[in-house]
Every structure is written in C-alpha cells, then in structure tokens.
C-alpha cells in the first residue's frame, strides 16, 4: 500500500502561483511513476502531469504546458506540482496518484493509489 496526502491548495486569483505537495508513505512510492490529477465539478478526472522514478522524464496536459511544473524528491518521499499564471478554468480538486511501475502514464485507470485530493479555486 502506498498513502498519499495532498497538501497546497487554496483559493487565489488569475494569474497567480501556488505549489501543490503530495507526501507518500508506506511503499516506496520512490520506485513508481507518480503523477497529478484534476476534477472540476460536472466533469470526469483528468491528467494533468506525471515524472517518471528518478524526475528524469515528465509530460504535460497540453492545457498545462508551460504554466505547470512536476517535480519530485524520493529523499522527502514527497511529489510537487508548481502551478503558474493559473486559470479559472483550473479551478478543480487535484489529487496525486501512484503507479505500481516505473513507466509513465496518463489515464487514471493506470494508477493504483490515489490521494484525498486538494481544493484549488482560481477566481477572476
């Protein structure tokens, strides 16, 4: 089992920054690929972001692209999205999630464990 706890979020305004952390524990969430999740109200879970073991490799939402940042220390056990000049249309609980394998991936139905999420609301 791996447990995951977002941590970060909060109501800002456009164009505003905020870090979302994710602290794992349990199995070593350092041997997976990890990644970070949205849902707004009314819509179905969406990928955002996701790096690989060592941070080596991440890919991007193209609505994130450039605005958002993955990043990880498997040292602090704990995963990072920075976040940018965000958005209305970012507004949405984001969670972090793991995977049981070192390969990237992008659907929810590839990942395992899933954190409670964390509220970000992004007002105009």
């Known amino acids: 089992q791996v447990q995951l706890v977002e941590s970060g979020g909060g109501l800002v305004q456009a164009g505003d920054s905020l870090r979302l952390s994710c602290a794992a524990s349990?199995?070593?969430?350092?041997?997976?690929?990890m990644g970070w999740f949205r849902q707004a109200p009314g819509k179905e879970r969406e990928f955002v972001a996701a790096?690989?073991?060592?941070?080596?490799?991440?890919y991007y939402a193209d609505s994130v692209k450039g605005r958002f940042t993955i990043s990880r220390d498997n040292a602090k056990n704990t995963m990072y999205l920075q976040m940018n000049s965000l958005k209305p249309e970012d507004t949405a609980v984001y969670y972090c999630?793991?995977?049981?394998?070192?390969?990237?991936?992008?659907?929810?139905?590839?990942?395992?464990?899933w954190g409670q999420g964390t509220q970000v609301t992004v007002s105009s």
């Open positions: 790096i690989n073991v060592n941070g080596g490799t991440t």
């Open positions: 999630a793991s995977r049981l394998t070192y390969v990237l991936g992008i659907g929810p139905n590839e990942y395992a464990y």
């Open positions: 349990g199995r070593p969430a350092s041997r997976y690929a």
